[in-house]
């Protein structure tokens, strides 16, 4: 609990690009819901977008667009404390002690480690195999008690949990053990064109994925374009996952239940039930498309917020830290 008595959350998005609506339905929407209720931490993981080649000038521009996204999805910064994870070094520094206490077998296990070492053989690092305990140590910092997030992320918030126990049990109770958080129905959002793999802002093929800040006309073109198949019926089933995956997305943002949505497009045919679809797509993300661009011309603004949202965060990742290198044996620095 926080000092108000609120729970804390910690979530988190890497600035590896633009937002999608995979990471809108999958995460961003819930912290809006939740933003009252908890007391909130929202990072900016530029630490670990690195485990990634990234342009520098294009990261350091990215950071600041995806803080403009989370204002623009309805995040407050006046309720929340947001923040970019290299402003608080103890991220750096909870996860070189965590990473002492992680097993290698339980990182090789990891899916997402396994997907992206494949698709960058070139930059097999470090980095992107221990990054699991980086977001453990993002999350434990905060001592959150929930972490909303997709559920690509379940076995990575497993990780924390088990080395959050892990600690607790071999030194004593320190950190407190995290749950996910996950969407019902969006919590992932698949891939217009693969319908089998994740929507993914680093996807090669730009009509995998929309865009929050995508234009009104591009965003009606990918749904266009949207892969289907030759059943011919507007129905939810795993037989369709093309058609699943809109639905899915149609319902999360008109808030119309699935069964709703398939009634409504009973005796017509796919080209009615996407155009229909894609004018839903567009009026949702509109309002949330020009607030960007608002804020995106008010850089000090952007400034404030993040250095008011790392000094925040820094008190509270200190408290912990300083009690985590106690308990390890680290002589204490009193200068
Ligand atoms: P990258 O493609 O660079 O790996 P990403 O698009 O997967 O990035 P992240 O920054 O890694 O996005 O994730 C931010 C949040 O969005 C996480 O909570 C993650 O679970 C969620 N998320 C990402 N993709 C999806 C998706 N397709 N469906 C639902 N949630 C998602
Ligand atoms: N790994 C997450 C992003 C992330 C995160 C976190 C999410 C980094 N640290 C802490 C929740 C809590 C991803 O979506 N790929």
């Not at 309720?79 to 070189?96: D, G």
């Not at 080395?163 to 607790?168: G, K, T, W």
């Not at 509109?286 to 925040?312: C, F, H, T, W």
Request: aromatic share 10%.
């Amino acid at each position: 609990m926080s000092g108000e008595g609120k729970k804390v959350i910690f979530s988190g998005v890497q600035p590896s690009g633009k937002m999608t609506l995979g990471n809108y339905l999958g995460a961003l929407k819930s912290w809006t819901e939740l933003q009252h209720d908890f007391d909130c931490y929202f990072s900016m993981v530029n630490m670990h977008a690195i485990t990634v080649p990234q342009d520098p000038e294009v990261l350091r521009r990215q950071t600041i667009e995806l803080l403009a996204q989370f204002i623009a999805c309805g995040i407050d910064p006046d309720l929340n404390t947001i923040f970019i994870q290299s402003h608080v070094p103890q991220h750096a520094e909870l996860n070189w002690v965590l990473s002492t206490m992680t097993y290698m077998g339980e990182l090789s296990r990891m899916t997402q480690y396994k997907d992206k070492s494949k698709k960058s053989e070139a930059n097999l690092n470090a980095g992107l195999f221990t990054y699991p305990v980086l977001m453990a140590s993002d999350i434990l910092l905060y001592k959150a008690d929930v972490v909303p997030v997709g559920d690509d992320q379940k076995q990575h918030m497993e990780l924390a949990r088990d080395l959050a126990e892990r600690f607790n049990n071999r030194f004593s109770d320190t950190f407190v053990v995290p749950e996910g958080y996950y969407p019902k129905g969006t919590s992932r959002v698949m891939s217009l064109q693969e319908p089998l793999k994740k929507m993914s802002k680093s996807d090669s093929n730009e009509n995998g994925y929309i865009l929050l800040a995508e234009s009104a006309d591009s965003t009606a073109k990918k749904i266009k374009k949207a892969v289907t198949d030759s059943v011919g019926v507007v129905n939810y089933s795993d037989e369709q996952p093309g058609l699943r995956n809109l639905i899915n997305i149609y319902s999360a943002l008109t808030d119309q239940t699935v069964e709703q949505i398939v009634d409504m497009y009973e005796g017509k045919g796919y080209g009615a039930f996407k155009k229909e679809m894609a004018e839903a797509v567009v009026e949702s993300l509109r309002p949330m498309r020009e607030q960007y661009n608002y804020l995106l011309d008010n850089r000090d603004y952007l400034e404030s917020i993040y250095v008011k949202g790392a000094q925040k965060a820094e008190k509270r990742a200190k408290e912990t830290l300083d009690a985590v290198y106690d308990k390890i044996g680290f002589v204490k620095r009193n200068y």
